[in-house]
């Protein structure tokens, strides 16, 4: 599979992620705080968000550049021995992206409703050791060992029309969002097992397959030596028409003193259903290569080709069938402190999983009022409770209008394929109709005393 | 502390920014990676046959297996059936002219073969038409009756016709269908009689009356069909054993040339047989000499009684009545043969003789090879074209050859590269791989198998002069010596299970 066609699938498309938007949790009054959680949102009464666009990039054991040489005369090579060295038992790259092209906000008492659309793609490529093993040294090494090397493959994109609302009933916060999606491609392996043996006899190869890749609308999967990528399935005019989906998001916060706000928030319980230009190929059962028959050419004047044998050995069954992919369930609890009237602190804890892979961001936040119009905020924390991140971020309001920029993983930023981890959001909106003076934030209720 | 102030925030801007840019840029610079020469081990299968005459026979196109009771093998080399149906014996007859019936009771000679003497056939697709004229004016009415032509309830053929006469006019009845008549004809003639009348009853000469048919075929016929040949078409039988014979031999016990007949027509055919060769390896040709040969071999045949039904007759050219024993133990290629059959060869007049149209004559020839046989250091080679130029990957080669023998027979296997003069530039091994025989039971069974295996290291110079050959040859040694001086039976449940793999460095 090429490099390129690895990148396309994750970068062409622009979903929402688990960790690029954790800085806006202490913006207060942010309309964009209601992507962490659907109860949390502005309290004035019209707001107008803009584009605003998110990018989040995770690698778990291996970084890019961990597979990869230094150019040489111009040209990177793959280097299966370093990347054998780096790996870890399970090694994923991971990217999201979103861009919403525009939202709107208003509230009528205590009740707020928001209604917006987005692109979204998300894609995750996940390489167990075994298989990196395999590619680096080759077979022999593992004679009379089983090899798990089926590699895991999720990347989608779509498009999405949302409706959401939220009510503030006490100390308490209820959110809640429904989404309409509509998918533009597809590709993913819901069955992953490669189970690889080499007999010690005379190593016959000897594989126990359930490997599924269902593909919609772009990818032509022939076999493991033919895949190709076809631009042409990707259409935007088939919305509401081909591969429907839908998704719900849920939240809740508590004012649990007048300085903390607690949140919890299931995001993404959903899933679509895929019908257009379908691809489903199945290795399945006792699979292998144990040699030639030299009977099967008694008598016979074809040429005798090993490779050919070797390639055919996955046997893969094709049909064309509709599938449902679920959407990665992800889960926000977050925390927020205002420590003065400068000051606010936080606390964010995502978990996701994703296609075998369990996705972890632990972040400590902080944010400070440099002026009224300019915030700086800073976070540090863990990706997949390993990796260190540092972020930093910047809110600027001039009148109505607010912008906002976060960088969740600064230094991964300015060398990202040396980084397990790169998320980066931006946007910005404007308050049509301010809010009523009840409605506070808890910074505010600490400044107002 | 304003400037101070003021400078921090430019920082906080510059910073942000030129992460960005570089963030992005990253990705404009980053050029696809290729795949870089690597080093690599793999190991994998090339070769894994249990080999069974059953199931070389099964792929084999050119021979078959009879396998005896008591479970010991025949190779049978034989060709497709030649058959020859009753309608190359007896083919329609094309009757091109009409016959004139030149009075009212008259025999119409009909041209059958003169060697015929037919006394009965069964019309099949004939149809008979008759063309008239009257020299009256007015309505004639005709009748013709024929007592040579005889439906299955015994009727004669009677048929009535009107003829609207204008004095001369000639006109043509409709066809008749003669399907479900026989004919018994007066020799080779047909007997008619017609009447005809005008519409008072007076009777009336006709002018021109004839009978006419295209053709005449029968579905069975009954009578004598003289003394005559028909062809059987010459062929060969290809004997592969021998096709890369280098030195050695092959003794088998008992081999013969069959010779099977299944015959539907009733009446004797003798064989006449006027090529049966043998040609060997080393291009001799020789005849097969027999007194079956020069007399030829009488087949069996239905008599009238058992019209429908098949005799088989099975001749075999043996070492008791022939020298084919000693020519198919002399390395045979091919059997080349070409023979007529000669029916009623002794011309013994018999009216009782039959074709039936859904008889045939069919000869399969076969050479028979019991594998009952003494194997004297039987060697075959063959060169194959083989271009490792393409595998330069490939730094070194560790094959592993592991070979479960149950044959009696001893084999010795080598393999050598050539060049593109045909000159050794390498073998697989230093000597011979040697393959022995497991040993015997008192019935000259084989007890149990031999086990071989073996590593064969190719280091780098193997593996250049492996690079620099364009053929292959294999060279193959067998012998039953080391295993019993006398004939071994092969039976059906040998096996020989030969698998090769290969560890490979690989750098590219």
């Known amino acids: ?449 | 502390m304003t400037m101070k102030y003021q400078g921090f925030k430019v920082s906080v801007y510059l910073i942000v920014t030129m992460a960005v840019i570089s963030g992005c840029n990253q990705f404009d610079n980053y050029s696809d990676p290729q795949f870089e020469k690597q080093s690599f081990d793999l190991s994998l299968p090339i070769i894994n046959s249990k080999i069974n005459i059953n199931e070389v026979a099964e792929k084999d196109q050119t021979s078959t297996l009879r396998i005896e009771p008591d479970g010991s093998i025949t190779a049978i080399y034989s060709n497709e059936l030649i058959r020859d149906n009753a309608s190359s014996l007896f083919p329609p007859l094309p009757i091109p002219q009409e016959f004139p019936i030149l009075e009212k009771d008259f025999l119409v000679n009909v041209p059958f073969p003169s060697k015929y003497d037919i006394k009965r056939g069964d019309f099949i697709n004939t149809e008979m038409q008759f063309r008239y004229s009257c020299d009256y004016v007015g309505k004639v009415f005709i009748n013709i009756q024929s007592p040579s032509i005889v439906d299955a309830q015994g009727q004669e053929f009677d048929q009535n016709y009107i003829l609207n006469s204008t004095g001369g006019n000639l006109v043509t009845s409709s066809p008749f269908n003669l399907d479900g008549y026989s004919l018994y004809p007066i020799d080779t003639s047909i007997h008619f009689i017609y009447n005809a009348h005008d519409d008072t009853g007076q009777e009336l000469d006709l002018s021109r009356l004839y009978m006419k048919t295209d053709y005449i075929e029968f579905k069975y016929v009954e009578g004598y069909f003289g003394k005559h040949r028909f062809p059987i078409n010459g062929d060969f039988i290809t004997i592969g054993l021998f096709t890369n014979w280098i030195s050695g031999g092959i003794y088998f016990e008992e081999p013969r040339i069959h010779v099977g007949v299944d015959n539907g027509f009733g009446f004797p055919v003798r064989s006449e047989v006027s090529v049966l060769d043998i040609h060997a390896s080393n291009g001799d040709v020789t005849s097969v000499q027999s007194q079956y040969i020069d007399e030829g071999i009488n087949f069996d045949y239905p008599s009238l009684e058992e019209a429908g039904q098949f005799k088989r007759t099975d001749f075999y050219f043996n070492s008791g009545n022939s020298n084919v024993g000693v020519l198919l133990n002399d390395r045979p290629v091919r059997v080349v043969y070409d023979m007529s059959a000669l029916a009623n060869p002794d011309d013994i007049y018999n009216p009782a003789e039959f074709i039936d149209k859904n008889s045939y004559f069919s000869v399969d020839i076969g050479v028979e090879l019991p594998l009952y046989l003494k194997v004297n250091d039987l060697v075959l080679a063959d060169t194959f074209d083989f271009d490792f130029t393409s595998y330069d990957y490939i730094k070194s080669a560790t094959f592993k050859l592991l070979v479960n023998n149950e044959f009696p027979v001893e084999t010795e296997i080598q393999t050598y590269f050539l060049d593109e003069n045909d000159k050794i530039l390498d073998s697989l091994a230093i000597d011979p791989i040697q393959i022995e025989a497991p040993p015997l039971d008192v019935q000259g069974k084989t007890i149990g198998s031999y086990d071989y295996s073996n590593f064969i290291e190719f280091e780098k110079g193997k593996i250049d002069h492996l690079l620099k050959s364009k053929k292959v040859l294999a060279k193959v040694k067998f012998s039953t010596n080391p295993v019993s001086d006398e004939a071994l039976y092969i039976y059906d449940d040998y096996n020989l299970d030969l698998k090769l793999g290969v560890e490979l460095r690989i750098e590219n």
């Open chain 1, 1 to 449: 599979m090429k490099f390129r066609l690895v990148v396309c699938l994750f970068l062409i498309g622009l979903g929402s992620a688990y960790g690029q938007y954790n800085s806006t949790l202490l913006m207060n009054n942010s309309y964009q705080r209601n992507t962490i959680n659907p109860a949390m949102g502005s309290p004035d009464r019209l707001v107008l968000g803009i584009p605003q666009y998110s990018i989040n990039y995770t690698a778990g054991g291996l970084t890019v550049n961990d597979m990869v040489t230094s150019e040489i005369d111009g040209i990177r090579y793959f280097d299966f021995d370093k990347a054998y060295q780096n790996a870890g038992d399970k090694n994923f790259f991971y990217v999201d992206q979103r861009l919403e092209y525009g939202s709107i906000h208003f509230r009528m008492g205590n009740f707020s409703l928001s209604t917006g659309a987005s692109f979204n793609t998300q894609g995750q490529l996940r390489l167990n050791k075994d298989l990196i093993g395999l590619l680096a040294n080759g077979n022999t090494p593992y004679v009379g060992k089983t090899l798990d090397i089926g590699p895991g493959i999720f990347a989608q994109s779509f498009n999405e029309i949302y409706i959401g609302g939220r009510i503030e009933h006490k100390n308490w916060k209820f959110g809640a969002r429904a989404r309409i999606l509509n998918g533009v491609q597809d590709i993913s392996t819901p069955e992953s097992q490669i189970k690889f043996y080499t007999n010690p006899d005379i190593y016959q190869i000897e594989m126990e397959n359930n490997y599924l890749v269902n593909s919609s609308a772009t990818l032509q999967f022939n076999d493991l030596t033919d895949i190709s990528y076809d631009w042409k399935g990707i259409s935007f005019n088939n919305f509401l028409k081909n591969n429907f989906g839908f998704a719900l998001d849920l939240g809740v916060t508590y004012q649990f003193s007048k300085k903390l706000e607690l949140g919890i928030a299931l995001l993404d319980w959903g899933k679509i259903g895929w019908d257009r230009r379908l691809s489903n190929d199945l290795s399945q059962g006792n699979l292998g290569f144990a040699g030639l028959n030299l009977l099967d050419y008694v008598g016979n004047t074809e040429d005798v080709v090993l490779e050919d044998s070797i390639y055919q050995i996955f046997e893969f069954q094709k049909t064309k069938n509709p599938y449902s992919t679920k959407l990665p369930i992800r889960m926000n609890l977050t925390a927020k402190y205002a420590l003065s009237t400068k000051m606010n602190l936080g606390f964010v804890l995502n978990y996701s999983k994703y296609e075998k892979i369990n996705h972890s961001y632990l972040d400590f936040l902080m944010l400070y009022k440099l002026t009224k119009w300019l915030h700086i905020g800073a976070n540090v924390g863990m990706m997949q409770m390993k990796n260190p991140i540092f972020g930093i971020s910047g809110r600027l309001m001039i009148g109505r209008i607010e912008g906002y920029l976060c960088i969740d993983n600064a230094l991964g930023l300015t060398n990202v394929f040396n980084s397990h981890s790169v998320q980066l959001s931006a946007g910005a909106n404007v308050t049509l109709m301010r809010k009523k003076n009840k409605y506070m934030e808890v910074d505010e209720l600490i400044e107002l005393k």
